[in-house]
């Protein structure tokens, strides 16, 4: 994603049928660009971000319930963490506009 990603966490499939993940990431330097072409998460969560151009650093817990696929399922997601940039321009977002 042209910055660096540190990520610990925990897979569990006590209960087979709801697996769950829960991690904890320190992203830094990280294209707003690059991160959301690549992630369907962040497409689903932010899709502004498909509009933002600079680089970002963040912390992040997340806690989820997985689907069939592995995929969080977004009606269990559980987040928190911090955001930091120190420019971001957006374009063509007719809110802004």
């Known amino acids: ?12 499939t006590v209960d087979t049928l709801k697996p769950k993940v829960d ?9 707003f660009k690059e991160i959301f072409s690549q992630v369907e998460t962040i497409q689903k969560f932010a899709p502004i971000l498909g509009k933002a151009a600079g680089k970002f650093s ?15 399922d977004l009606a269990s997601v559980i987040g928190g963490g911090a955001f930091n940039t120190q ?11």
Do not use: C, H, R
């Open 1 to 12: 994603f042209g910055g660096s990603l540190v990520m610990n966490g925990l897979y569990s």
């Open 87 to 97: 420019q971001v321009g957006l374009k063509n977002v007719p809110a802004i506009d």
């Open 23 to 31: 991690f904890d990431m320190q992203i830094k330097e990280v294209g």
């Open 58 to 72: 963040t912390t992040l817990k997340i806690n989820s319930l997985l689907k069939s696929d592995m995929m969080p």
